[in-house]
């Protein structure tokens, strides 16, 4: 069956640390992942998308994530935390094959303190 | 400029009184979406049209239709609301089933 595992649900860092938002797949097929990112109040922005060009994605405002096939991972990745950076994010993936869906992770809220 | 265009954008509805929601693209996309959101959950899917091919989610309630009458614009209605329809209502649009969802703005609808 297919699924989306966003490990932690919140993750607490200091601005100008290094951010790492975790986020797991399950499926026969090969998907297409996306990230996107949720301030408050408003809608879903799309942060980056792995295409299958490069197992290293790189995407809006510093992002980056890495497609691990072998470890069915799709981790976000951000040198240095800006406070603009405290949001919602949520990995989607999209499995084809007959499902033809895109899963929302459960969401991880980042928060960036001082 | 605005790709994705929900109307409005806060909505306050009586226990019961019907209420559509609205949403209008410029890509030209096949696909649009409703989901609901509820706070600190993820967006949930209630329906989508391709071209005019309507899907349904099996556990969306029947309170729940939407009207998709041009490609450039598609309506959530709700019949009877209740207090537990009270969430963020966001609509997206899409090239495809799989392909980058794109999403308004959303519209929060509260239920009195």
């Known amino acids: 069956a297919q699924s989306v595992t966003q490990l932690d649900s919140h993750v607490s860092v200091s601005e100008g640390t290094p951010v790492l938002l975790r986020c797991n797949y399950s499926s026969s097929y090969s998907p297409s992942l996306f990230w996107y990112v949720q301030h408050p109040n408003k809608g879903l922005q799309l942060l980056l998308k792995?295409?299958?060009?490069?197992?290293l994605v790189k995407g809006i405002n510093g992002f980056e994530a890495e497609f691990k096939k072998s470890e069915t991972s799709f981790h976000l990745t951000k040198p240095s935390a800006h406070m603009s950076d405290a949001a919602e994010y949520f990995c989607v993936v999209g499995f084809s094959g007959g499902y033809n869906k895109l899963i929302f992770g459960a969401g991880t809220r980042l928060a960036v303190h001082p | 400029d605005a790709m994705v265009i929900q109307n409005p954008r806060y909505q306050v509805t009586q226990f019961g009184k019907p209420v559509t929601l609205s949403c209008s693209q410029t890509l030209n996309h096949n696909v649009m979406y409703w989901y609901q959101q509820k706070s600190s959950q993820a967006p949930k899917l209630l329906f989508h049209?391709?071209?005019?091919?309507?899907?349904n989610e099996a556990d969306t309630p029947d309170n729940f239709q939407s009207r998709r009458p041009n490609t450039s614009f598609c309506f959530l209605d709700i019949r009877s609301p209740g207090l537990g329809d009270a969430a963020m209502y966001l609509c997206a649009t899409s090239s495809g089933r799989i392909e980058t969802q794109y999403f308004g703005p959303g519209t929060r609808l509260l239920v009195l």
């Open positions: 049209y391709y071209d005019k091919d309507f899907n």
């Open positions: 792995y295409t299958s060009a490069a197992t």
